[in-house]
């Protein structure tokens, strides 16, 4: 089975006058662009998770998420791409919804759990495919060390060096990918992750996990404007004229969040004049679908 789809995503670089008044550039890496539904990180996670799902020739893909989950998504299409059969279980109790219709569209069969089994996902996993041969456990969100190794072939597609990049975190997969492939390098390029979780701190242990080696990065909390999925009236006006200003499509749960940080961090002299940053776009554009109320 081919695994190898192909990667488009460009670097293009946001203008801004607070950055020029700050000499410093602002670059994004369109990793939204690599496919309409397995797009962002979503792809580079689930790359070496589905080579390794058929070099052990399982057919049947089963892993979990939320009911707007872009990951449970992701997998669907992926699965319908390459030939698999998919299984989606789904945190909460029984809805639709635009995300899931696409789930099922893709083939997607969708088990709905309590959110009190949903924690225990092993167990879930084995009370429902236990006697399944063909059956394959991915994490919720592809966090693994084959979703790290994916992520961290970011780094070889990058043709500028780089003395900050930015991402999102959610599970922790991708800043360690990241990471590793800056280590790997050998480049001093500092790496910053942005939990878009209440009290982010635990990301550190949900990042080093993953990691190759131990690394220094940094850890911005603060910016989860009240948990996970949580707005307020600034992170939506900050996307609507991000947008508005760039033409580039951004969601409110880890992207939007990320980039005022960059700004924030910039208002606040943290970045050293002529310092180039480099900003990951994770994709996940599907989630603005749950939020259009909030626009």
């Known amino acids: 089975m081919n695994i190898d789809l192909e990667i488009y995503s460009p670097v293009q670089q946001i203008k801004n006058t607070l950055f020029d008044e700050q000499g410093i550039t602002l670059h994004i890496k369109r990793d ?12 580079r996670k689930l790359k070496y998770i589905l080579k390794k799902a058929s070099t052990q020739n399982k057919t049947h893909l089963v892993t979990f998420g939320g009911a707007y989950s872009n990951h449970l998504l992701a997998t669907a299409a992926a699965a319908a791409k390459l030939g698999f059969r998919s299984t989606g279980i789904v945190r909460g109790e029984e ?3 635009d995300t899931l219709f696409l789930c099922r569209l893709h083939g997607m069969q969708l088990i709905f759990t309590d959110r009190e089994s949903y924690r225990d996902k092993p167990a879930l996993f084995d009370k429902y495919f236990g006697d399944d041969a063909d059956a394959f456990f991915i994490d919720e969100g592809g966090a693994s060390a084959e979703g790290a190794q994916g992520c961290a072939e970011l780094v070889d597609e990058l043709t500028q060096i780089y003395d ?3 991402c999102a975190c959610g599970t922790g997969t991708t800043a360690a990918g990241i990471i590793n492939g800056l280590q790997s390098r050998g480049l001093n390029t500092e790496f910053n992750a942005i939990p878009v979780f209440k009290n982010g701190g635990f990301m550190k242990d949900e990042i080093d996990k993953y990691l190759t080696a131990p690394a220094p990065y940094q850890l911005h ?4 404007f009240g948990g996970y999925a949580k707005t307020d009236d600034k992170l939506i006006g900050f996307i609507k004229q991000f947008v508005a200003d760039t033409g580039i499509l951004i969601e409110p749960v880890y992207t939007g969040k990320m980039l005022l940080a960059i700004y924030d961090l910039a208002g606040k002299d943290y970045f050293k004049p002529g310092s180039s940053i480099l900003a990951v776009h994770t994709g996940g554009l599907m989630g603005l679908l749950g939020m259009k109320e909030k626009f």
Do not use: E, Q
């Open 32 to 43: 939204d662009l690599i496919h309409p539904l397995i797009s962002g990180n979503k792809w």
């Open 95 to 97: 809805v639709t919804n």
């Open 164 to 166: 900050h990049i930015f």
């Open 221 to 224: 909390t603060g910016y989860d």
